[in-house]
């Protein structure tokens, strides 16, 4: 039942108008009314006043409704938006995988059994073939500072001692390596920074001989022969393959620069969270609203229920003074009090002649004695 049916039932708009209910506080009969009679005129003017409040309650929800689709569909635009670019990374990252599947293959067919020296020739190469291999991510340094004094890091200590991932010869490779110089995890210098070769992600190795080289001059010096550096080196020239329909070409630039494609899929990423908690402090915030509102209603509503029950009470009595039926109880007294007040004094009138008129006979009775 909505609040004018409510209402209505208490306060019909056609039954009774404002005006008759004001009319009926002058009325002797309804002195101990009154208070219910101006609590409906005030629940009359709620209900005025009630279809404007909820055109703005409906404009409300429009409005908060309209920023949650918004807020709603660029998350989705945004999601989809990641969806994709992570799509084509993994798609793009399978191309150069396969590119450089195409790289060693090439070495193997290259550098067979019928070349001289084949076994070093193909396996450096091979080691070729991955150090240009797809990076992924980019290094990021693992030392956490000299131990005794972590203020110091990779930037400090190794200036002097290594550049672009390849130590300097000498004394540089016995400071790197040295544990007296490493963090307090035991990570050295050499394992744990960038510029040395160290550190996690970045460029790819190769395992050549049981070492670990990071370029083609360790690929040389693993196999003992500086000729195959250049072997290492010329790795991949040309080498391509189909996937999917597309031919792709070996390249040791395009496998260097992946890295960059991962911080755009990170990016896209981030933007997808951020939309995630807008969209969840916006709802939070109307969660909120909603309950206090919902708190403040069912007060309301009991307020307003409790008022109504009294003004139906004093309403019925109402009625039956007004134009739809008559209080015969309640008139019938007052018009007897009225007779009787009438009556009294009609009593006391003629008591009073009566009176008048037997001292004016006595006197001239008394008078006619007299003469």
Same mark, same amino acid.
């Not at 019928?114 to 240009?132: T, Y």
């Given at each position: 039942?909505?609040?004018?049916?409510?209402?209505?039932?208490?306060?019909?708009?056609?039954?009774?108008?404002?005006?008759?209910?004001?009319?009926?506080?002058?009325?002797? %009969?309804?002195?101990?009314?009154?208070? /219910?009679?101006?609590?409906?005129?005030?629940?009359?003017?709620?209900?005025?006043?009630?279809?404007?409040? &909820?055109?703005?309650?409906?404009?409300?929800?429009?409005?908060?409704?309209?920023?949650?689709?918004?807020?709603?569909?660029?998350?989705?635009?945004?999601?989809?938006?990641?969806?994709?670019?992570?799509?084509?990374?993994?798609?793009?990252?399978?191309?150069?995988?396969?590119?450089?599947?195409?790289?060693?293959?090439?070495?193997?067919?290259? /550098?067979?059994?019928?070349?001289?020296?084949?076994?070093?020739?193909?396996?450096?190469?091979?080691?070729?073939?991955?150090?240009?291999?797809?990076?992924?991510?980019?290094?990021?340094?693992?030392?956490?500072?000299?131990?005794?004094?972590?203020?110091?890091?990779?930037?400090?200590?190794?200036?002097?001692?290594?550049?672009?991932?390849?130590?300097?010869?000498?004394?540089?490779?016995?400071?790197?390596?040295?544990?007296?110089?490493?963090?307090?995890?035991?990570?050295?210098?050499?394992?744990?920074?960038?510029?040395?070769?160290?550190?996690?992600?970045?460029?790819?190795?190769?395992?050549?001989?049981?070492?670990?080289?990071?370029?083609?001059?360790?690929?040389?010096?693993?196999?003992?022969?500086?000729?195959?550096?250049?072997?290492?080196?010329?790795?991949?020239?040309?080498?391509?393959?189909?996937?999917?329909?597309?031919?792709?070409?070996?390249?040791?630039?395009? &496998?260097?620069?992946?890295?960059?494609?991962?911080?755009?899929?990170?990016?896209?990423?981030?933007?997808?969270?951020?939309?995630?908690?807008?969209?969840?402090?916006?709802?939070?915030?109307?969660?909120?609203?909603?309950?206090?509102?919902?708190?403040?209603?069912?007060?309301?509503?009991?307020?307003?229920? %409790?008022?109504?029950?009294?003004?139906?009470?004093?309403?019925?009595?109402?009625?039956?003074?007004?134009?739809?039926?008559?209080?015969?109880?309640?008139?019938?007294?007052?018009?007897?009090?009225?007779?009787?007040?009438?009556?009294?004094?009609?009593?006391?009138?003629?008591?009073?002649?009566?009176?008048?008129?037997?001292?004016?006979?006595?006197?001239?009775?008394?008078?006619?004695?007299?003469?």
């Amino acid at each position: 039942m909505g609040f004018d049916e409510v209402l209505n039932m208490f306060l019909p708009k056609k039954g009774l108008t404002m005006d008759e209910i004001k009319k009926y506080l002058r009325r002797p %009969q309804t002195v101990d009314s009154r208070s /219910h009679l101006k609590q409906g005129v005030r629940l009359s003017n709620i209900r005025e006043n009630f279809s404007d409040n &909820n055109k703005k309650f409906r404009t409300m929800h429009t409005k908060e409704e309209k920023v949650l689709t918004d807020l709603s569909d660029n998350y989705y635009k945004i999601v989809g938006d990641y969806a994709r670019a992570y799509q084509d990374y993994l798609t793009t990252h399978a191309d150069l995988s396969a590119s450089v599947d195409a790289c060693m293959k090439q070495c193997g067919e290259t /550098h067979n059994t019928s070349v001289d020296n084949w076994a070093n020739k193909s396996k450096a190469c091979i080691a070729g073939c991955k150090l240009k291999g797809v990076q992924v991510l980019k290094c990021k340094n693992t030392y956490k500072g000299l131990q005794g004094d972590t203020s110091k890091k990779c930037k400090d200590l190794v200036k002097d001692h290594c550049d672009a991932g390849s130590i300097h010869p000498g004394k540089s490779r016995t400071f790197v390596t040295n544990t007296d110089n490493a963090d307090d995890y035991d990570t050295t210098l050499a394992d744990g920074c960038c510029e040395c070769g160290g550190g996690g992600g970045g460029k790819p190795t190769a395992y050549v001989n049981g070492t670990v080289a990071k370029n083609c001059g360790d690929v040389a010096t693993a196999i003992g022969d500086t000729e195959m550096k250049s072997y290492c080196n010329s790795a991949g020239n040309g080498a391509t393959v189909t996937r999917n329909g597309k031919t792709i070409t070996f390249s040791a630039s395009a &496998n260097a620069n992946f890295v960059n494609e991962y911080a755009k899929v990170k990016g896209t990423n981030n933007a997808a969270m951020a939309e995630v908690d807008k969209l969840k402090k916006k709802i939070n915030v109307l969660t909120t609203t909603r309950d206090k509102l919902r708190g403040s209603i069912a007060g309301e509503e009991d307020t307003l229920d %409790q008022n109504l029950k009294e003004f139906e009470e004093k309403y019925a009595k109402l009625q039956m003074y007004g134009d739809g039926g008559k209080d015969w109880t309640s008139i019938a007294q007052y018009t007897s009090s009225l007779n009787r007040r009438n009556s009294e004094e009609l009593k006391f009138y003629m008591w009073s002649v009566l009176a008048i008129v037997l001292i004016i006979t006595v006197i001239s009775n008394f008078k006619k004695k007299a003469a």
